[in-house]
């Protein structure tokens, strides 16, 4: 099983993502930068889950970091923010919204890890994240797929 990394504040969002991702994925989680990081020296991820927005590093100082410590595993960030494809944009890093399709996850997973370009979140060679791909947030469930909800926080940050 290919081993991946989550990184959210939210524990709640960890254990569910855990319970549905173990079936393809050997799933580590962190609810940290900090910690994401001392785990991304020590092991090695096929790809990285980032949510954006999170207390001690949000997404984007924690992409910007992994790059400058030379960590190259294709990262896929998340969040429900309005601007995340902007951002994802600006990272170069394919995006997914809150709350998760897990379909749309679990596929976009397999297109990160799949891809081994070797830049920390790079896309497939020749092409760049598509802000048009994603609908916006909305409040409440998302399907988790295999007859399960995953409900996740719609708080959003400005």
């Known amino acids: ?16 993502l ?3 991702l173990e079936e393809n994925y050997e799933v580590v989680t962190s609810s940290g930068g ?6 991304l020296q020590k092991r090695h991820f096929e790809a990285v889950l980032v949510d954006l927005m999170m207390p001690e590093m949000d997404g ?3 992409v910007d970091a992994m790059r400058k ?3 190259h595993v294709p990262v896929l960030l998340a969040s429900a923010v309005p601007d995340l494809h902007h951002r994802a944009v600006r990272l170069n890093v394919p995006c997914i919204s809150k709350p998760y399709d897990i379909n749309k996850l ?3 997973l397999a297109a990160i890890i799949g891809r081994g370009s070797g830049a920390p979140g790079a896309p497939a060679r020749g ?5 048009a791909s994603e609908p916006p947030p909305t409040a409440g469930s998302a399907p988790a797929g295999r007859g399960q909800q995953l409900s996740v926080s719609t708080t959003r940050f400005v």
């Open 127 to 131: 092409s760049r994240p598509d802000p």
């Open 18 to 20: 855990s319970m549905v």
């Open 1 to 16: 099983m290919s081993p991946i990394l989550i990184i959210d504040d939210d524990v709640d969002i960890l254990d569910a």
């Open 34 to 39: 900090t910690d994401a990081l001392r785990l």
């Open 60 to 62: 984007e100082s924690l």
């Open 106 to 108: 679990e596929a976009k």
């Open 69 to 71: 410590m030379g960590i």
